[in-house]
């Protein structure tokens, strides 16, 4: 599956983004979704994954009740809704997908990945 992040920029502390992620094919659906962010210097991390259907979902301790993920099969589209942003929020995000929904959240453990999509807080 081949993916395309969007929907980054610049906001300040407290606002709102929603990001996007539209996938190729016609088999997205059968496809367990994922955010990440990579801050500078610093390594790839797990935001939040989503099962096929979008009847589950799991977030990272640091973004839990502040972002919220869904996807809309029938567009081959997975979103971020990001609210209550913080600088250190600040990074690129990608979207990515593997075929399975347990298991590690490691950037390793997804197949596919977009190009990513700047998001850049400010105070």
């Known amino acids: 599956v081949q993916l395309q992040a969007s929907g980054g920029g610049l906001v300040q502390a407290g606002g709102s983004l929603r990001l996007s992620c539209a996938a190729s094919?016609?088999?997205?659906?059968?496809?367990?979704m994922g955010w990440f962010r990579q801050a500078p210097g610093k390594e790839r991390e797990f935001v939040a994954t989503?099962?096929?259907?979008?009847?589950?979902?799991y977030y990272a301790d640091s973004v839990k009740g502040r972002f919220t993920i869904s996807r809309d099969n029938a567009k081959n589209t997975v979103y971020l809704q990001m609210n209550n942003l913080k600088p250190e929020d600040t990074a690129v995000y990608y979207c990515?997908?593997?075929?399975?929904?347990?298991?590690?959240?490691?950037?390793?453990?997804?197949?596919?990945w977009g190009q990513g999509t700047l998001v850049t807080v400010s105070q």
């Open positions: 990515a997908a593997r075929t399975y929904y347990m298991g590690s959240y490691s950037p390793n453990y997804f197949g596919s």
């Open positions: 094919g016609r088999t997205f659906s059968s496809y367990v």
């Open positions: 989503i099962n096929w259907s979008g009847g589950s979902t």
